[in-house]
């Protein structure tokens, strides 16, 4: 039984940072990828970052660029996703997925396992 479990979200002030974590449990082979999404109320899931488990490769979104990083832990099968200068518009729940095959990175339907999602607020 996998399980990806998130943590590290909360309420922030405009302009604070914060580090979410994603545990993955119950898998005995290497992910191809990990990634974050988020969905804000009444909004569709939107693709945050990805990494490749092999290798660190990243992807952002481009208007995440320059405030979000990804990284990952091999030996404590975690990905973390750094968010610097936050804004009210990032607030949404941050889910964490993981991938097991194929080459793309962009669309929640591209991965095949989910976290429950953490809840990131952040007030003007």
């Known amino acids: 039984q996998v399980q990806l479990v998130e943590s590290g979200g909360g309420l922030v002030q405009a302009g604070d940072s914060l580090r979410l974590s994603c545990a993955a449990s119950g898998r005995t082979f290497s992910w191809v990828a990990m990634g974050w999404f988020r969905q804000a109320p009444g909004k569709e899931r939107e693709f945050v970052a990805a990494?490749?488990?092999?290798?660190?490769?990243?992807y952002l979104a481009d208007s995440r660029k320059g405030r979000f990083t990804i990284s990952r832990d091999n030996a404590k099968n975690t990905v973390y996703l750094q968010m610097n200068s936050l804004k009210p518009e990032d607030t949404a729940v941050y889910y964490c997925?993981?991938?097991?095959?194929?080459?793309?990175?962009?669309?929640?339907?591209?991965?095949?396992?989910w976290g429950q999602g953490t809840q990131v607020t952040v007030s003007s």
């Open positions: 990494i490749r488990w092999s290798g660190g490769t990243t």
């Open positions: 997925a993981g991938k097991v095959y194929g080459s793309s990175w962009y669309n929640s339907g591209d991965y095949d396992y």
